[in-house]
């Protein structure tokens, strides 16, 4: 993940990304993870927060799941240029409802501040 040209950028940029994970227990359409973005774009507007991220998603395989020692589904990574972990409760919360109101079993994996991607 830290390899995607933009996140490389972001971080040249701002000094950092942070990235907040979740497992999706499933396959995630393109059309749930744009109505998760929507959704969490007018939150973080609505609060008058930098709303500029991206969704990673990345299928977990069954070698993925057992080098995890998670399951199998889609992992999704939401990364946000800049340290924003004071955003956390809203980010997750807001992320995870849109899973569940999909009706997609999702956990929340955590939350991870990088600033270097060697």
Do not use: C
Not at 3 to 29: A, E, K, L, P
Not at 63 to 79: P, Y
Not at 94 to 100: A, D, M, P
């Amino acid at each position: 993940m830290l390899q995607d040209s933009h996140i490389q950028n972001w971080i040249r940029d701002y000094g950092s990304v942070t990235s907040y994970t979740f497992i999706v227990y499933g396959i995630v359409d393109e059309k749930d993870l744009v109505l998760i973005q929507q959704g969490l774009t007018i939150r973080l507007l609505h609060k008058s927060k930098n709303s500029t991220m991206l969704f990673i998603e990345e299928i977990v395989d069954e070698d993925l799941a057992n080098a995890l020692n998670q399951f199998r589904g889609t992992q999704i990574n939401v990364v946000f240029r800049g340290s924003n972990k004071d955003l956390e409760d809203l980010i997750v919360s807001t992320v995870s409802e849109g899973l569940n109101y999909l009706r997609l079993k999702n956990d929340f994996i955590g939350v991870m501040e990088a600033n270097e991607y060697v």
